[in-house]
């Protein structure tokens, strides 16, 4: 029986599917919550929250206005959390991340669950496999990966990203199905919706332009229309990059600078690309399901199953070219995390798919799949350390690709399954450092301190009047997330890598080598920014060298760059701020003291 000639019968769900649907969420909330822990990243964004909520502004260090966070958005969700809950701020990030994380796959699914033509035949006449089904086969491809677990409950942004995405999908989808009159067309909170995306992550601006094109193809096409769709999708972006601009000199987060995301490195990319389909086994079983229960989607020329095939083509082009920017930026060093969305976004049409007669085949492929994956595949750095070898965190480290197991990099330095709290880090390098440098605050020690050791053993230099004045320490290091979270707000904590540190981000990068991780700038820089003259520090420190990066601080656009994040924000700065912003982001520094000198102060 040809199905088109059927009368429109939509079926409604059965409790058994209810349960089905439900399955695959109860189960990843509890691997990932058995893999509950926070990354170090993490802890940048709760300091920022915690100078927030201390009416400092969304920084990082007090007065220098460095955006060191790469997803505003989140860091304001934690602290109106964190204003309106007594639970500690770790806790609520992890929580949180679980949470937004389980309600954005859930309204993917109900988001595909609107696209789907639910029309079969007489009930009576179709056997057990020729009735459609609907299982979410899609979302046991993303929910069976261990990255999904792990970032669900790190602290960092993903859940949001899921829970935007989901949202965005499920308003999309509910203009594929009924008829035209019982479409409630979409409105200004949607588009609003829609332009927040750059404020989860820069990058969620690809999904952005994908998605506010199926809604303008999805809605009325209208001149008018058309025009007023694009102002409310643009709006939220223009503004919250003026007010970003204003504020921080810069029209984009610190850490995209420090990162060189606007720049191609597509053999590390290639190398993050294949470390995450190689190690999840996940290529085949993605391909056939596009193939098995995706193509069919975008055959059928009927009004509704147009509209379908809009939303379905604007969703593919979004995560194929959000996959693509990510390889060709590097990747990232954290196994799997970049490419998660880009996945995410592919599955979403197939997020529940209809199963009946060969299909099953297919899904039931599918299934054993989720099952091997989900407890065999893991990459080789995710599991124990050489024989005869102390568990240490680099062993959790690929050296060919600098790829990590992150969350097992946290947990051998912790020693504990589920490092979370800045108690469960006191034991580790990071932590004993952040720890130590708060008792040296409160003990009134000041200074310049470079790369603190876990033991407190420090040499202290004196401090020139660079920060403000109730800024007492300066400390130098190399991982600044939970060493931050646990010293004094009042206490400079400064990147050698430069999510915190706009002179070391804005380095001219000259070679390749673990992403996030590649510019790594001279102590002798820091020294003649914050030690005293006469200058008193190392005997191997070269004179020329520190006079000449003292010039260079005090030179062109690397002035003018200092001078954008500390002055006050008085008009006539963030007039200085909006004008020179484009001037300043494109600006990039030689790392030798005496080449920036020369070329700075020509």
């Keep these: 029986m ?34 509950r822990w926070l990354a170090d990243d993490a802890f940048v ?12 502004g969304l920084v990082f260090n007090l007065g220098d206005r460095v955006e060191a966070g790469t997803s505003p958005l989140w860091i304001f969700i934690l602290a109106v959390i964190d204003g309106v809950t007594p639970f500690r701020l770790e806790w609520i990030a992890v929580v949180l991340g679980l949470g937004t994380t389980l309600l954005g796959l859930w309204l993917a699914m109900d988001g595909t669950l609107r696209t789907l033509d639910r029309r079969q035949g007489a009930h009576g006449d179709a056997s057990p496999l020729q009735r459609r089904v609907v299982l979410p086969l899609g979302l046991l491809l993303y929910i069976a990966l261990p990255p999904a677990w792990d970032f669900a409950t790190s602290g960092l942004e993903n859940g949001l990203g899921v829970l935007w995405i989901g949202w965005c999908w499920r308003l999309l989808a509910g203009q594929t199905s009924g008829a035209a009159e019982q479409r409630a067309p979409l409105s200004w909170p949607t588009f609003l919706l829609l332009g927040i995306a750059p404020f989860i992550r820069p990058d969620f601006g690809i999904f952005m332009i994908s998605f506010g094109v199926a809604a303008i193809l999805l809605g009325d096409r209208s001149k008018r229309n058309i025009g007023r769709t694009i102002a409310w999708i643009v709006l939220i972006p223009i503004l919250g990059t003026l007010l970003r601009t204003a504020y921080f000199g810069i029209p984009v987060p610190n850490t995209a600078i420090a990162k060189e995301a606007t720049q191609s490195s597509w053999g590390q990319g290639w190398r993050y690309l294949q470390d995450f389909f190689r190690h999840s086994w996940l290529l085949p079983p993605l391909l056939g399901a596009l193939a098995v229960f995706g193509a069919p989607l975008v055959r059928s020329a009927s009004e509704p199953h147009r509209r379908r095939r809009i939303l379905v083509i604007c969703s593919t082009a979004a995560a194929l070219a959000h996959g693509l920017f990510v390889v060709r930026a590097g990747g990232d060093f954290m196994h799997a995390r970049l490419l998660l969305p880009s996945l995410l976004v592919l599955l979403l049409p197939i997020a529940v798919a209809q199963v009946n007669d060969w299909r099953w085949v297919a899904t039931a492929l599918v299934l054993a799949w989720a099952i091997v994956a989900g407890t065999h595949a893991r990459a080789p750095y995710s599991g124990p350390p050489p024989a005869g070898k102390a568990a240490l965190p680099a062993y959790a480290i690929d050296r060919s690709t600098y790829i990590a197991d992150e969350r097992l990099v946290h947990m051998r330095l912790a020693r504990t399954d589920h490092p979370v709290t ?32 876990s033991n407190a053993s420090w040499k202290s230099y004196p401090l020139a009047a660079v920060a403000p004045a109730e800024v007492k320490i300066v400390s130098y290091v190399g991982a600044v997330g939970m060493y931050s979270y646990a010293a004094p707000l009042d206490v400079w904590v400064l990147d050698r890598f430069g999510l915190s540190n706009s002179v070391s981000a804005h380095q001219r990068l000259t070679g390749r080598g673990r992403p996030g991780h590649e510019k790594d700038l001279p102590v002798t820089w820091m020294f003649a920014e914050f030690a005293s003259r006469p200058y008193v520090g190392p005997k191997n420190l070269d004179p020329v060298n520190l006079q000449a990066a003292e010039q260079a601080l005090n030179c062109g656009s690397l002035r003018d760059l200092r001078n954008a994040q500390r002055k006050s924000l008085g008009a006539g700065q963030i007039w200085r701020n909006l004008t020179r912003s484009w001037s300043l982001w494109r600006f990039r520094m030689p790392t030798a003291p005496v080449a920036a000198a020369g070329e700075l102060c020509d």
């Design 2 to 35: 040809n199905t088109e000639q059927l009368p429109r019968q939509r079926l409604e769900r059965g409790s058994w599917e209810y349960v089905a649907h439900c399955i695959p969420l109860v189960v990843l909330a509890a691997v990932a919550w058995s893999h």
């Design 45 to 56: 964004n709760l300091r920022i929250v915690r100078q927030l909520e201390h009416g400092n």
């Design 422 to 453: 800045l108690d469960d880090y006191a034991g580790s390098l990071w932590g004993k450092g952040g720890l130590g440098l708060s008792r040296f605050a409160r003990a009134g020690g000041t200074g310049f301190l470079v790369d603190p050791s």
